[in-house]
């Protein structure tokens, strides 16, 4: 039950996550953005590094302790997010070549990864999250049924399954045929550029769309030359484009109808 109880929590705190991820970069693109890595609305470091923050706080002595002060727990929280944030940046990249946040432009940062700042405002969360948060949901846990927990968790665990195995599926498919396509474009005439990426894009499904929407960038490949995996960068910025041209025109078209 204890097993089931912390993976409701991982998929409920990942859902708040991903309401405030999406909130916040929303409001800073002025336009809505449908963050996370994976299709469903979940941001699963939020949930881990929240469920982590719980069980460590409850069943380290030193950390339980009632007089653990509060610029201790600003340190672990904030060191805590950097090491998470670094290690997901890491396996994304490594695993499919590219980065869903980049925080090169930011100042005293590492490698991108993670920064200063965001670890700040991180650790300034973490203290909410471990002083408020935490026991108000802990509270909660007596007053539900144990089956509650076990039924919502296997719901939560096949729903979970069947978004990770969508996503990954989709994402190396996207992969596979940006490489294609890159590989068709050196062989096409630079005329034919812009037609050949529209008659691609609409080629790519909604989860796709999506996928490539949110990547900042696709990382360069150690096999690739220069010229290469720059042809690639500005491969994939022209899909983006193009994708957003299509998204405005749409807009305009349905606005249009309306007012007719």
């Not at 409701?8 to 449908?34: N, T």
């Not at 994304?92 to 070549?97: D, G, M, N, Y």
Request: charged content about 20%.
């Amino acid at each position: 039950m204890v097993i089931a109880q912390y993976f409701v929590e991982l998929i409920f705190y990942s859902f708040l996550g991903w309401i405030w991820e999406s909130i916040y970069c929303s409001a800073k693109e002025k336009k809505w953005a449908d963050r996370g890595f994976l299709f469903g609305p979940i941001c699963p470091i939020y949930g881990s590094c929240v469920v982590v923050a719980s069980i460590a706080f409850r069943f380290i002595p030193w950390l339980s302790d009632q007089t653990f002060p509060v610029w201790g727990i600003f340190i672990v929280c904030a060191i805590g997010s950097a090491i998470a944030e670094f290690s997901t940046s890491w396996v994304l990249e490594k695993r499919f070549h590219a980065r869903w946040w980049d925080y090169s432009k930011v100042p005293l940062n590492l490698q991108g990864r993670i920064c200063l700042p965001v670890s700040v405002a991180f650790g300034i969360a973490g203290i909410l999250v471990v002083k408020y948060l935490i026991p108000y949901i802990n509270g909660l846990h007596s007053q539900i049924n144990p089956l509650f927990y076990e039924v919502t968790a296997i719901i939560f665990a096949m729903g979970f399954g069947a978004d990770f195995a969508l996503t990954e599926a989709s994402l190396s498919a996207l992969l596979k045929d940006v490489e294609r396509f890159h590989e068709e474009f050196n062989i096409q005439a630079q005329q034919n550029y812009e037609r050949v990426s529209r008659i691609f894009a609409t080629r790519l499904s909604f989860n796709q769309k999506r996928i490539l929407k949110n990547i900042v960038r696709l990382t360069a490949e150690k096999n690739k030359t220069l010229i290469q995996n720059a042809s690639k960068q500005a491969l994939v910025a022209n899909l983006k484009e193009i994708l957003r041209k299509e998204k405005q025109t749409y807009r305009s078209n349905r606005h249009e109808r309306n007012e007719n």
